[in-house]
């Protein structure tokens, strides 16, 4: 579990309301909004000016007179390295202040050995930016499909593969960066409540759906100014006593049903020219009958999960991250039905929602960790 303190201090609320507006604003909105003196509001202004944090210019408007000086969030003012962990690769993406991609890049894992190809991989993308970025460079962020404990002084690759949590210190002091480590679904549930209209939500649920299936709950308290999110791993929720052998030595679980791999693998039995997940949602696949009755038995399997999560918490929203969100146009009608029939939920049809970050939600944020980490 991540538990933050929000700094509460003028400075840092000023911030955020900058970087929620990022355009047009003037010091008597952020005065009047955040009920802080002129003067005061000035005086961090003058401060985030100087270290290139916003930028200023003359509101443009009709009349005589002053006018009075606007402000701008600079996008640009500083970077970050997301990095995004799974058994067969490591994507790494370059991002500015607000998440957007600026570059990235696929390592294909060479080894088993995490730490190696890690650092490796690592050392290759930060020599492909330029010094000017690099300077810039706030952090790097590492998703990884496993739980990062702290107690257990562990970080989670896969039910197989552990590396002690130490090695997060080697890569600082070799990078002389920051550097943090978080599960996949905490990182997607940073990027939701960050930079999409899910910030209003002062609680969520986000389920990731990849290689691996992992859930977090999202609490912000604002009475508190804490934030705080915790991940589950249900990868391995068992949905069918007797059901497919997963790689934990179970049957049954929930990830040998819906993780991505499966429906990968289950289109290619029938259509063996399908290379990637993305080909599958080619009209000429998941359109014929036995397309569809195979997407039709996944939606099914991920109904089944998704109705036990809404049981166990009531979810105020869930947002559905990874790849299946990118084709929700396909999907989600047919999910929606096969949750809500009959149903005996306290909420209704609209608890459930996709990620507008598609596959991206974890990766992004990844990146945003250690800008939020340092600044809010
Ligand atoms: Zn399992």
Redesign the pocket.
Known sequence: MYQKKVKESNKNNIFKYIFEKRKSFVINDIAENLNITFPTVKKIINSFLKQNIIFERQKVGFGVGRKAMEYELNEEFCYSIGILASSTKLKFILTNAIGKILKQQIYELKSNNCKAEILNSTKDFLNTISPEVRKKLIGIGISVPGIVSEEGNFIEFS?KEKIVLSFIEELKNLFHIPVLIENESNLAAIAEAFLTRNSIYSTFTILTINEYVGISNFHQDSLNNTLFFKAGRL??M?IESNGKL?????HG?W??YVSDKVLLNDFQKYFPSIKTYNEIFDLKYHETNIGASLIDNYLEHLAIGIKNILFFSNPEKLIISGNISIYKEYIADKLIEKIYKNHIFYRGKETIVFSSLNENGSIIGAAMFPILDKII
């Open positions: 039910s990868h391995h068992v997963c790689e934990c030595g179970t679980c990830g040998t």
